[in-house]
């Protein structure tokens, strides 16, 4: 289907509203932005320790949303839901939101939530894991075990969502079951920046700042393999929305589309500069990459680089089909039901951008499907000629 728009629009931005401090840059950097699996709070880490817990879609932003961004149930879930902040008394460097059915049995909960909840966890400089219920803002659990910064966390899909998976700079990866600690992985010779676990629950991807990233089974929480080919550090992962494409991104400007299954490289993206000369001179690192998702259907990937740009890739062409201005750009991610991006600032601004759609074709759709239940090995012994199996295991991008 025609793409509605050939640059993203600027939707809307946030910007912190504290009074200007003398150490006010110090840590204002919005180093993580977070949309709710349904699509209806937004958390955005604002800098100074502060998350704010934005009902969605934004006020001003409604007639801008589709209908199938903005359904009836938004609509009154929107005359319920105010706005929260969240006063996490240390910077804040990763968000990730989960649906927790608690137990009884729980202990170590310092307040007790409804049956069935939304939950935040923040991810603080000194290495604590705070984890907020998000329809009242109460803290629900304190985690403490890293003995640094917690760059990143990821919940487990599915069944396992109660599953915290936290990434930090004391080098170690750690597996929670909301409340207490189930595992150490070990594995990085550097700080550890980012971990993302794959949809359909199987493996974790972790990367540190290292030329490789690692991928690890879900299961017995044991090191599955290495993945080598970059030629700078790593600095972000993630999975496609049916688990059978990696990508990681480094500051060698390039990212790497692999089969996690198999351990292969299917594609590299290179960034070039649109405009070389920009502020850079000949720097090598004017496109080092600092964030990629992938989109909801799983036919692009957004990536924010310091060349100060935010590109959109259809993964098909192997090209980039959009471009919006980032400045300081740390982080990106996708609308839940796709259609919008939302960015992160060092200067701790938010900002939420229009960015193309297409119809899924009714073969993608399959290949969706089929491989969120088989792995490449399985697709293989499939009975069906290799053109189909070249398309079923992306090896036609």
């Known amino acids: 289907s025609p793409l509605p728009s050939p640059e993203p629009i600027l939707l809307a931005e946030l910007k912190p509203g504290q009074p200007q401090q003398y150490d006010w ?27 704010k817990l934005l009902p969605w879609p934004l006020e001003g932003t409604q007639q801008n949303c589709k209908a199938s961004e903005c359904t009836k149930a938004e609509a009154r879930g929107r005359g319920r839901a105010k706005e929260k902040t969240l006063e996490c008394g240390q910077i804040v460097w990763g968000l990730a939101f989960s649906s927790w059915l608690p137990s009884r049995s729980r202990k170590h909960i310092l307040w007790a939530p409804s049956p069935a909840c939304l939950v935040l966890a923040t991810g603080l400089n000194d290495g604590q894991i705070k984890v907020w219920e998000v329809q009242t803002g109460r803290l629900l659990f304190n985690l403490s075990g890293h003995q640094d910064v917690v760059r990143d966390l990821s919940f487990a899909p599915g069944d396992s969502r109660s599953i915290l998976i936290s990434a930090s700079r004391d080098k170690t ?60 550090c790593v600095v972000s992962c993630a999975f496609s929305p049916d688990s059978a494409l990696l990508a990681t ?11 996690p299954c198999t351990g292969e490289q299917l594609k590299s993206l290179c960034h070039i500069p649109l405009q070389p000369a920009l502020d850079h001179g000949a720097d090598f690192h004017a496109s080092s990459l600092r964030s990629a998702c992938f989109s909801p259907e799983g036919l692009y990937l957004a990536t924010v680089a310091d060349d100060r740009l935010l590109r959109i890739w259809a993964l098909e062409l192997g090209s980039p089909v959009a471009f919006a201005p980032v400045k300081n750009g740390l982080c990106c991610t996708y609308f839940p039901h ?17 960015v193309p759609q297409a119809l899924s074709s009714l073969k993608h759709l399959c290949r969706k499907v089929l491989r969120s239940c088989f792995t490449t090995y399985q697709v293989l012994k499939l009975p069906i000629p290799k053109k189909m199996k070249d398309f079923l295991t992306y090896r036609t991008l």
């Open 249 to 259: 991104a480094s500051y060698d400007t390039y990212v790497i589309l692999w089969d």
């Open 25 to 51: 840059k110090a840590s204002c950097e919005t180093w993580s932005v977070a949309f709710s699996p349904d699509g209806r709070w937004f958390a955005w880490s604002q800098g100074h320790c502060i998350v």
């Open 338 to 354: 796709g259609g919008i991006i939302a960015t992160g600032t060092r200067d701790g601004h938010a900002q939420f951008w229009t």
């Open 173 to 232: 990866l750690r597996v929670w079951d909301l409340g207490k600690q189930l595992k150490v992985l070990s594995g990085h010779m550097r700080w550890v920046y980012c971990c993302c676990t794959s949809p359909d629950g199987r493996m974790l991807c972790s990367a540190a700042g290292e030329k490789s990233a690692l991928l690890w089974s879900m299961d017995s929480y044991s090191l599955l393999r290495k993945l080598e080919g970059h030629q700078g």
